[in-house]
């Protein structure tokens, strides 16, 4: 007969149940990433030796096709999968090419806008460096299918940013897919100083002041609205709630939503602020408007107003003061700066419906840098 447990013994159980199905968890997940790191290696090392093999024996381009091609059906007939086309291969050696840069002086270099170059001795044969040591391997951290999105990425500062947000946030192949295509990196570093710009490749996106959670533009794409077609800002906010997940990755870190239409009252009225979020990394309230029109100098009084009455009514005092933002769809930053104190804790930032146009941030960027760093060096003399 089958013995009842006492109310400690089903505690005890319960305890040690729940802690060995957490080791349980926890090794399961730690074999995953052993395992995708392993493959990533794995990958970067075929990459060595068929860039190694192409150099070594001097081969022509007709001849290292002929080759590959034959290595192609080998690994195929031996492995018995389709992971080893001649694609493939190609993709291992580019890999190779792209992040072996971090660790050897042999391969595509970085200019003063970080873009890769070619050193002028290697224009026409990229000569290959002796083995690394496994010490001097680049540290991988994310899955293959992660590193196939991140090797489309040219400029090295951004594949690196890229790089860190991904493990920091861990991000989805989706979502750095979608992050990569909405130009994320030109878009924070557009609303950066040099140094901070430099900052981002090293250490990601830093959150330490309410300027750095800012975006202009902010783009929603991902609403399905049509900008050729009129909506309301109730849709666009409807929009916006239906999509709250990606919207979040949209804004940055920290963000945590509170509240839609969160109402207020003084002097017998009430008002409403469209979005409220908070920021654990600020600590601080972050409320948001929408406005699908041009933005007007009486919406920035009314988000002073929002902001006012949450840092005097709501706010704690260990709590950092609120933020504002105003998504529009269009505004003069003339008007915006004319109309806001210099301390006003206020931003306008555009939203687009549409991914931006990746040339045309990078070209904005290399511009904007080129332009610090003649006026440095105007200064300098």
């Known amino acids: 007969m089958e013995t009842r447990l ?9 305890d040690l149940f729940s802690r060995i199905a957490s080791l349980i968890e926890t ?24 860039i190694e093999d192409e150099q070594g024996g001097s081969i022509r381009a007709q001849y290292g096709k002929k080759v590959l091609k034959e290595l192609s059906q080998r690994l195929t007939n031996h492995f018995g999968d389709s992971g080893w086309s001649v694609e493939n291969l190609k993709l291992f050696r580019r890999f190779y090419l792209v992040y072996s840069n971090s660790v050897t002086s042999g391969y595509p270099i970085q200019d003063k806008i970080g873009n890769q170059r070619l050193p002028k001795s290697h224009s ?9 040591k496994i010490s001097e391997r680049p540290s991988f951290t994310l899955s293959w299918s992660h590193y196939v999105i991140l090797m489309r990425v040219e400029n090295p500062d951004a594949r690196r940013f890229y790089e860190i947000e991904c493990a920091q946030q861990q991000w989805s192949k989706r979502q750095l897919s979608r992050q990569v ?33 800012i975006k202009d533009p902010i783009t929603l794409e991902f609403l399905g609205l049509k900008p050729d077609v009129a909506y309301s800002e109730s849709k666009l906010e409807n929009a916006i709630i239906s999509k709250m997940q990606t919207f979040l990755l949209e804004l940055g870190k920290g963000f945590l939503f509170e509240a839609r239409q969160k109402r207020f009252t003084f002097d017998e009225q009430h008002f409403y602020v469209d979005l409220v979020f908070y920021n654990r990394l600020l600590q601080c309230y972050v409320l948001i408007d929408l406005k699908t029109g041009k933005l007007t100098h009486q919406d920035l009084g009314q988000m002073q107003m929002y902001v006012n009455f949450y840092d005097r009514h709501v706010r704690q005092e260990y709590e950092k003061p609120t933020i504002g933002i105003l998504l529009c ?11 806001l104190p210099t301390d006003a804790n206020i931003y306008a930032s555009q939203y687009q419906l549409y991914l931006p146009d990746k ?17 440095n060096s105007d200064s300098d003399e």
């Open 181 to 213: 295509g909405s130009s994320l990196y030109e878009r924070l570093a557009l609303s950066r100083d040099k140094d901070e710009v430099m900052r981002l490749a090293q250490e990601g996106q830093t959150v330490e002041k309410p300027a750095d959670i």
């Open 329 to 339: 769809e269009s505004k003069s930053d003339a008007l915006v700066e004319l109309t």
């Open 6 to 14: 006492t109310i400690q013994e089903k505690q005890r159980v319960d």
């Open 124 to 132: 026409n044969v990229i000569t290959a460096p002796s083995s690394p």
């Open 359 to 375: 040339e045309t941030l990078q070209s904005k960027l290399r511009q904007w840098i080129d332009e610090f760093n003649e006026n």
């Open 27 to 50: 090794s399961r997940a730690r074999v995953v990433t052993a395992v995708n790191v392993a493959e990533v290696y794995t990958k970067y090392e075929i990459g060595r030796y068929i």
